[in-house]
């Protein structure tokens, strides 16, 4: 039994995933942030813990490798048991623990478990697909200082400017003035005459605009033949199964990324524990359904498993 494939698992969708007397494995959200040397931005992630004081059994674990293996709960407890005695026995021993995609287990001088994650994988569903990138550093350009500069080192001088009395100027006022009535009555005039012609030309563009409406009409009166559309609609009682979870969000969100990768996903239900079950897809035969599940391990999932269930 993979217990870590387990515990990975249930990560994505519980802050704390309890190994009976083990200890507890713990997420905690953090935001994205910005490296200020590297100028490197990390997406918003979950960040790893280990608690040994946290033993206690919630059944969270054991339910969910009953579900996945198909056995009774109690038969469940006895392999967790089963693997935590034989971590243990290596931990004594002074070899290193190796948790895929969670982190690496090892005994310190006083006997205590130190847990150092894993930094390959994140478990925040929120942020999934993004990843970090670095972009180049942002310059900012100051312009004040050498403006300030150069006011300093070439003020600027202004120059009263003398006014003359010319009896010139009372003319020119004049000739504005006259010139100024002349515009106004030409504009005046010639807004009259563009009113008209708009006025015309809307005119002869609705009656244009009926024509067009009638002649339509007269087209669309004619029926087409009613278009047909037909959809695929899975069948059958073989199911492979990629995964069973307890919020729907997330089973939503696996189809999505099922079927953009080519599998004809969907959910099919709640189990009896409560938990939506999302499958690569239905067959009809046992024989479809070993070829494709054999094909979904070798190339995607190697813990996906074959359900057989009659739908409703």
């Keep these: 039994m993979q217990l870590e494939t387990y515990i990975s698992d249930l990560l994505y969708r519980y802050d704390c995933v309890t190994v009976p007397s083990f200890g507890a494995f713990l997420t905690n959200r953090v935001s994205a942030k910005v490296h200020e ?3 490197t931005l990390y997406p918003p992630k979950k960040i790893l813990s280990f608690n040994e004081q946290l033993q206690n059994n919630d059944g969270l674990l054991a339910n969910y490798i009953a579900e996945i293996e198909k056995i009774p709960y109690a038969t469940a407890n006895d392999k967790i048991s089963k693997q935590v005695k034989a971590i243990k026995s290596y931990l004594i021993e002074g070899e290193i623990i190796q948790l895929e995609n969670i982190g690496e287990l090892l005994l310190n001088k006083e006997g205590k478990i130190v847990f150092n994650p894993s930094n390959h994988i994140n478990y925040l569903t929120d942020a999934f697909g993004l990843s970090h990138f670095t972009s180049a550093a942002i310059k900012r350009e ?5 403006v300030e500069a ?3 080192a070439a003020p600027i001088a202004f120059t009263p400017e003398r006014r003359s009395n010319n009896n ?5 006022a004049a000739a504005v003035i006259i010139l100024g009535l002349g515009t106004y009555f030409g504009v005046n005039y010639y807004s009259n005459t563009i009113e008209n012609h708009n006025q015309l030309a809307q005119e002869e563009a609705n009656a ?3 024509a067009k409406v009638q002649e339509a009409t007269f087209v669309i009166s004619n029926p087409l033949p009613p278009a047909t559309l037909s959809l695929e609609k899975q069948t059958g009682n073989y199911h492979v199964v990629a995964g069973a979870f ?5 089973s939503e969100k696996k189809v999505a990324q099922l079927r953009a990768m080519g599998y004809k996903a969907r ?3 709640k189990n009896r524990y409560g938990l939506h079950e999302v499958v690569y897809a239905s067959f009809k035969t046992r024989i479809e359904a070993h070829r494709a599940l054999y094909k979904i391990r070798r190339e995607n999932n190697k813990d996906a498993w074959l359900l057989i269930k009659k739908l409703d």
């Design 267 to 269: 959910k099919i239900g």
């Design 142 to 146: 100051t312009y004040k200082e050498e």
């Design 168 to 172: 010139w100027l009372k003319y020119a």
């Design 150 to 152: 150069i006011e300093a």
């Design 246 to 250: 307890r919020i729907e969000a997330n």
């Design 37 to 39: 040397t590297t100028h």
């Design 208 to 210: 244009q605009l009926d």
